[in-house]
């Protein structure tokens, strides 16, 4: 059990990369985000955190029990309580657990972070009537309290989609594997293009770990042998004149391969990581070139190691701004002596999340004590919140919506192009 034991002042400004991360704020629609000081004593604030503290995640659960403690030490009141339980390894120990924190009378269940042990525990906190802030991505455990706080690929789809059509993307593809994973990206790239004017004018799917099949595949979706035919006939063609307009038009076509574009500016890619630095450039060599066409991808290309790819220069993602992030990895590192997980900073903004209600609660004219701050209209409030992965809020059908930057690769890493909202009531390209 761990409880504040300091007062919690006024939280501070965001400030640069270097500063501290910037606390949960409220963030109204029309106004600048402002900040709720958690002062006094919360009502009902006894917060159950599920992660695995045992077993072959258990360093991934103590990154995540260790960004909760820094948002309990920003932002919590002196009775605000954060009870641990240990998901281990099964579904089993994910279900004890649950069952525990129901026994512990928790108000509001914060994980757990694996898909399987959310399937586990969500029907017996639905029984109880007490809602719960899952980390995983998977939307299918969502609904009746609640809700799948991890990034979710189907928005970070549909926001690099809009970004492209807005400057001047009309045909897309996609290059996804065989995969749930690829599955969904290929039916939310559908969707965002569709939603945007554009058309989906070749889709391909490849096999992971199949370097023949996806070379064959990438060859395909590149049109090429059609482009290299037309080359060759266009060459012979000219090679039948005897004049030097010809004799130039030879010279420059031969440095080509192939004759003519793809038929498409921009591909969405379900890939990170070694995977997309083995299909980047396979997609160069069939004259897919980057310059003219567009990669799309997700919050899987945060990763510096993609910019010494050429034919990744020039990607694009979205993704939560990295500014806020950054300060809180280096804050996480001089507090505990090594670096987060990435996804750390869904414990953070959870206990946060949790803190800011119960502190609001508090201050609530007429609110009895005991009583829970976690109701259905302050957890779903329509302005949302502003965390360290940027503006976010809880929708009643059990999603997280998340405001989202553009992101490009350069290389010296990924680099913010166009920012993320500041609140739900602008709309970005």
């Known amino acids: 059990m761990m409880d504040n034991g300091k007062g919690a002042g006024p939280a501070a400004q965001a400030g640069p990369a270097t500063a501290a991360p910037a606390p949960l704020y409220r963030t109204p629609l029309a106004e600048a985000p402002r900040p709720v000081p958690p002062v006094g004593v919360p009502v009902g604030a006894r917060v159950a955190l599920l992660v695995p503290l045992s077993g072959p995640q258990a360093a991934l659960g103590r990154d995540l029990l260790d960004a909760a403690q820094l948002a309990i030490f920003d932002l919590a009141g002196l009775d605000f309580t954060l009870v641990p339980h240990d998901t281990g390894a099964s579904t089993a120990a994910a279900e004890q657990a649950a069952r525990a924190a129901l026994s512990d009378r928790a108000a509001l269940v914060l994980g757990p972070f694996f898909s399987d042990a959310a399937q586990a525990v969500a029907p017996l906190l639905r029984g109880a009537g007490v809602p719960a802030v899952a980390f995983t991505n998977d939307a299918s455990v969502s609904g009746n309290g609640v809700w799948a706080m991890g990034f979710r690929p189907s928005p970070q789809i549909e926001r ?256 913010v192009i166009d920012p993320a909202p500041g609140t739900f009531q602008a709309r970005p390209n």
């Open 160 to 415: 690099a989609v809009r970004h492209a059509a807005a400057q001047g993307a009309h045909r897309f593809a996609t290059l996804v594997p065989d995969t749930a994973y690829g599955r969904l990206v290929a039916s939310a790239a559908g969707q965002a293009v569709a939603a945007a004017g554009g058309q989906i004018v070749a889709a391909e799917i490849y096999t992971p770990g199949d370097r023949a099949g996806t070379d064959a595949t990438v060859r395909r979706l590149a049109n090429y042998d059609a482009r290299h035919r037309a080359l060759l006939a266009q060459r012979a063609e000219l090679s039948q004149r005897d004049d030097d307009i010809a004799r130039e038009a030879l010279r420059r076509l031969d440095k080509l391969d192939t004759l003519g574009e793809p038929g498409f500016d921009a591909i969405v890619l379900a890939a990170g990581g070694q995977e997309v630095l083995g299909l980047a450039p396979l997609l160069a060599f069939y004259d897919i070139d980057p310059g003219r066409v567009r990669l799309l991808g997700t919050w899987l290309w945060e990763d510096r190691a993609l910019g010494t790819e050429p034919a990744m220069l020039g990607a694009r993602f979205a993704a939560p701004s990295p500014a806020s992030r950054d300060a809180f990895r280096a804050r996480f590192e001089r507090a505990y002596g090594r670096a987060p997980v990435r996804l750390a900073t869904l414990a953070y903004d959870a206990v946060a999340l949790a803190a800011v209600l119960a502190a609001e609660a508090q201050q609530t004219e007429g609110a009895h004590p005991g009583a829970s701050p976690y109701t259905l209209p302050a957890l779903t409030d329509a302005n949302g919140f502003v965390g360290i992965d940027g503006i976010f809020r809880l929708l009643p059908d059990g999603q997280v919506e998340r405001g989202l930057a553009i992101l490009e690769v350069r290389r010296n890493g990924p680099v």
